[in-house]
C-alpha cells in the first residue's frame, strides 16, 4: 500500500525559508516519479517540481531559481527546499508519485498516488 506523508510546513515571512519533506513508503521508491503540487482554494492543483529515477528535475517557471526538488533513496524520502518565499507561493502542498511521469511532467494526470498535504502560509 502506497503511502506518502508530508511534513515541514508553517508560517513565514516573505523572503524566508522552509524545506518540506515526504516520507513515502509501500513502492519501490528509487525507481518513481516525484513531484510536489500545489494547490489554493478554489484553483486547480498546480505541478511545482518534479524528480524522475535518474535524478532529472522540472521546475514550474514561478518556482525557478528559488525552490529545489531533492530526494534520498536511502531514506525514502523527498523534498523541496523553497527559498525566497513569496506571499503568492502559500498553498497546501502534496507530494505524489508515480510508475510513469513522461520525464516528469508537471501534469497531475500523470501521478497516481498523492499524501494528505502540508499548509505553507508566507504573510507580506
Known amino acids: 500500500q502506497v503511502q506518502l506523508v508530508e511534513s515541514g510546513g508553517g508560517s513565514v515571512q516573505a523572503g524566508g525559508s522552509l524545506r518540506l519533506s515526504c516520507a513515502a513508503s509501500?513502492?519501490?521508491?528509487?525507481?518513481?516519479?516525484m513531484a510536489w503540487f500545489r494547490q489554493v482554494p478554489g484553483k486547480g492543483r498546480e505541478g511545482v517540481a518534479s524528480?524522475?529515477?535518474?535524478?532529472?528535475?522540472r521546475y514550474a517557471d514561478s518556482v525557478k531559481g528559488r525552490f529545489s526538488i531533492s530526494k534520498d533513496n536511502a531514506k525514502n524520502t523527498l523534498y523541496l527546499q523553497m527559498n525566497s518565499l513569496k506571499p503568492e507561493d502559500a498553498a497546501m502542498y502534496y507530494c505524489a508519485a508515480s510508475a510513469y511521469c513522461s520525464g516528469g511532467d508537471l501534469r497531475r494526470r500523470w501521478y497516481s498516488y498523492w499524501g494528505q498535504g502540508t499548509q505553507v502560509t508566507v504573510s507580506s
Open positions: 524528480i524522475v529515477s535518474d535524478g532529472s528535475t
Open positions: 509501500g513502492f519501490t521508491y528509487f525507481r518513481y516519479c
